[in-house]
């Protein structure tokens, strides 16, 4: 499975971006989702996940009520819309995929078997 990010770009604060991961290969509707992101001089972060169906979704505090997540099985695409955007959003954004999808509730990194490229998203001040 190929996972390829896109959307990041620069916003003001307060702005709103549509990140976007289309996958490749091997795909299929039972996997998994999720985002997570890395800012400068930091770990790799849990954003959002998201189950087979879409029908479970997980936020980390730090963008709930902000970010949501959903997908299209048909376009084997997933979605992370990033509204009232703030500087501390600012990192690198990167989409993964888990074989064990029926679960919305994915936090970690080990849970997830494929890795995106990462795409940038600055936040200005």
């Known amino acids: 499975v190929q996972l390829q990010a896109s959307g990041g770009g620069l916003v003001q604060t307060g702005g709103s971006l549509r990140l976007s991961c289309a996958a490749s290969?091997?795909?299929?509707?039972?996997?998994?989702m999720g985002w997570f992101r890395q800012a400068p001089g930091k770990e790799r972060e849990f954003v959002a996940s998201?189950?087979?169906?879409?029908?479970?979704?997980f936020f980390a505090d730090s963008v709930k009520g902000r970010f949501t997540i959903s997908r299209d099985n048909a376009k084997t695409t997933v979605y992370l819309q990033m509204n009232y955007l703030k500087p501390e959003d600012t990192a690198i954004y990167y989409c993964?995929?888990?074989?064990?999808?029926?679960?919305?509730?994915?936090?970690?990194?080990?849970?997830?078997?494929?890795w995106g490229q990462g795409t940038l998203v600055t936040v200005s001040s």
């Open positions: 993964a995929a888990r074989r064990s999808g029926y679960s919305g509730y994915a936090l970690r990194m080990y849970e997830y078997d494929y």
């Open positions: 998201i189950n087979w169906s879409g029908g479970s979704t």
């Open positions: 290969g091997r795909t299929g509707s039972a996997y998994g």
